[in-house]
């Protein structure tokens, strides 16, 4: 099948100090292009709606797959939906994400119909299981994670080790476009995952259950000899609670040659 991942637009604070490539989403597109399927990729903090419109009417996709990492990119992510589904009325649209995990209904009723489904959790795991009832035209209900206006699926499951995920950087058209502060142009990595605390101001371990997951310093430093920009950007919830861990990193890119600023 033929999958477009979107990114949303820019908010407020991404037109003056950070604009961070969407590494969720390659993610997740690389679990998808695991599976046999065509994707490709349009972040629309870079690229303007038309592009998007362009894009939807000239390659035709099956399945849309838009991000929702920030509860105020949901109004724009609706109304994307909603005029991708005038267009191409028998692709299905889902939505997934951070934020879209804990408000899956509310995103539903506002989507009227255009949002076939808002899947929760890390979409590593549960897109290539959406991807595979939608082929088999199976009802979206029973897929792990997934919510729709006919009920919901079992709860979300995790990826089982990190080191099976390498982002797809390569889908990207506008590599040089993301900065943080004087870091610019910048690349985004992923050293672990999760929080194995339960802060009452943050929702990172209630969407990751308190676990607590790490990249092994090898497969870091093959996602690292990868990326081309000289700044690197470690987006973990957490980095480095466990001693061990972050040392061993810090000796694999000593020993690397590996000269980026973090």
Request: net charge neutral.
């Amino acid at each position: 099948m033929k999958v477009l991942g979107v990114h949303p637009g820019p908010l407020v604070y991404t037109k003056i100090f950070l604009r961070l490539e969407p590494l969720g989403l390659e993610l997740v597109a690389a679990a998808c292009r695991a599976g046999g399927h065509q994707v490709r990729l349009i972040d629309l903090q870079v690229e303007s709606h038309a592009a998007f419109f362009r894009l939807v009417d000239a390659w035709r996709p099956d399945v849309i797959a838009l991000s929702c990492n920030y509860l105020a990119n949901i109004p724009e992510i609706v109304d994307l939906a909603k005029a991708a589904k005038a267009r191409l009325s028998r692709t299905t649209i889902c939505v997934g994400g951070h934020s879209a995990s804990f408000v899956a209904g509310a995103i539903l009723e506002h989507g009227r119909g255009a949002i076939d489904c808002v899947l929760r959790g890390e979409g590593e795991a549960g897109m290539p299981l959406l991807l595979a009832a939608i082929d088999a035209g199976a009802d979206l209900a029973t897929v792990p994670g997934a919510a729709t206006g006919n009920g919901e699926g079992p709860q979300p499951g995790f990826v089982h080790s990190l080191d099976t995920l390498l982002p797809a950087r390569d889908l990207l058209r506008h590599r040089r476009k993301y900065f943080l502060g004087v870091l610019d142009p910048c690349a985004s990595i992923e050293f672990s995952r999760g929080c194995p605390w339960d802060c009452s101001f943050c929702s990172a371990w209630t969407f990751y259950g308190r676990s607590y997951r790490l990249v092994t310093p090898e497969r870091v430093i093959e996602d690292l000899r990868r990326i081309r920009e000289p700044g690197v950007f470690i987006v973990d919830d957490v980095a480095f609670i466990h001693e061990r861990h972050g040392l061993d990193l810090g000796e694999a890119v000593a020993q690397s040659g590996i000269r980026k600023s973090y």
